[in-house]
């Protein structure tokens, strides 16, 4: 059996910073904390809840909570507010990252962070998987790209994706305008519909470990230590979340017709048997493109190419399912 960095012991008498977005889930981070704070008194797990205010009020909570000396954070929020809390952790500077235990109760639309750990979506049920403590140390990717004409860094917990996965997200953002609380599985479903038939693919270079891998026109490329994005598209199957290494699955120019009659195996982890996807591993991924195209990170638009991703091992500490441990073990 591969080592796993795995610890198990119950979280009883920890206080814990839950840091909640209000907005998550359509409103549910608001409209679902009264229940949420319930089950959490009742399983006896102490917390101080603040709820976000802003765009990057999760990175600042997070920085401020571990000054104070918080080294359990708690996430009521979707896959973007863990995001900016990965980022708040690896901006401290008082502890290493892995010193931090970081745990989700999911509320957002996508939640594709905690299928990778089997985590339910039942808030009685993470809940309780949050007071039994079963921890693993997963890996994290570094990610630089261009923004403003700047170099920037930010940290992926979970799938990053250049081409058409992050021209999804932007279309959506422009379908969604002011409404920040338009968001869900149809809306995306309708932004992906209304983007494929506009998303012309771009000229890419793709080295894996400093060696050029690819070097031709490219519709989609996703790159991460999870296997899910997009709302449980199992893009990056075979993605083991604390090897060392990022899995990259890219895709060629393909016809509409391609993707409906092989829809299933975008969700059943057979991804790789279509034969314009291909499968890449590295602990260093590169990519260029003329014209430049568009980053996301864990579900958020983050500037664009040219962008290189860097594994940062067993980097951070994150409450899973005890099925999950379960797996490993067997």
Not at 95 to 102: A, P, Y
Not at 124 to 152: H, M, N
Not at 158 to 173: E, H, L, S, T, Y
Not at 301 to 314: A, M, N
């Amino acid at each position: 059996m591969k080592e796993h960095t795995l610890n198990n012991g119950a979280t009883q008498g920890t206080k814990w910073f839950l840091v909640v977005n209000p907005i998550s889930g359509s409103g549910k981070g608001l409209d679902d904390f009264p229940l949420i704070s319930k089950l959490l008194r009742d399983n006896g797990i102490s917390c101080e809840a603040v709820f976000t205010e802003h765009k990057h009020h999760a990175t600042e909570l997070t920085v401020s909570a571990i000054t104070a000396g918080y080294r359990h954070i708690m996430v009521a929020g979707g896959d973007g507010t863990l995001h900016e809390v990965i980022n708040g952790l690896f901006i401290q500077k008082c502890v290493d990252t892995s010193e931090v235990t970081i745990a989700v109760i999911p509320v957002g639309t996508g939640n594709d962070w905690i299928r990778m750990y089997g985590l339910p979506t039942r808030y009685s049920a993470v809940i309780r998987a949050i007071k039994e403590g079963y921890t693993f140390l997963q890996d994290v990717a570094a990610v630089e790209y261009e923004e403003s004409r700047y170099r920037q860094t930010r940290y992926m917990a979970n799938v990053a994706g250049v081409g058409f996965d992050a021209a999804v997200i932007k279309r959506g953002q422009m379908m969604n305008g002011n409404d920040k609380k338009k968001k869900g599985a149809g809306f995306y479903i309708r932004a992906l519909i209304n983007t494929f038939f506009r998303y012309k693919p771009t000229g890419v270079k793709i080295w894996v470990d400093d060696r050029l891998m690819y070097n031709n026109l490219l519709f989609s490329l996703a790159m991460g230590v999870g296997k899910y994005n997009g709302g449980g598209i199992q893009q990056l199957p075979q993605s083991v979340a604390d090897d060392g290494l990022l899995d990259v699955t890219l895709i060629k120019p393909i016809h509409w017709w391609h993707v409906v009659f092989r829809l299933r195996r975008f969700f059943n982890g057979e991804i790789y048997s279509i034969g314009h996807v291909q499968h890449l591993q590295g602990s260093k991924i590169r990519i260029e493109s003329s014209p430049e195209i568009d980053l996301e990170i864990d579900g958020e638009l983050h500037g664009g190419t040219p962008v290189e991703l860097r594994v940062l091992h067993r980097a951070v500490k994150v409450i899973v399912n005890k099925s999950f441990i379960d797996k490993l073990k067997a």
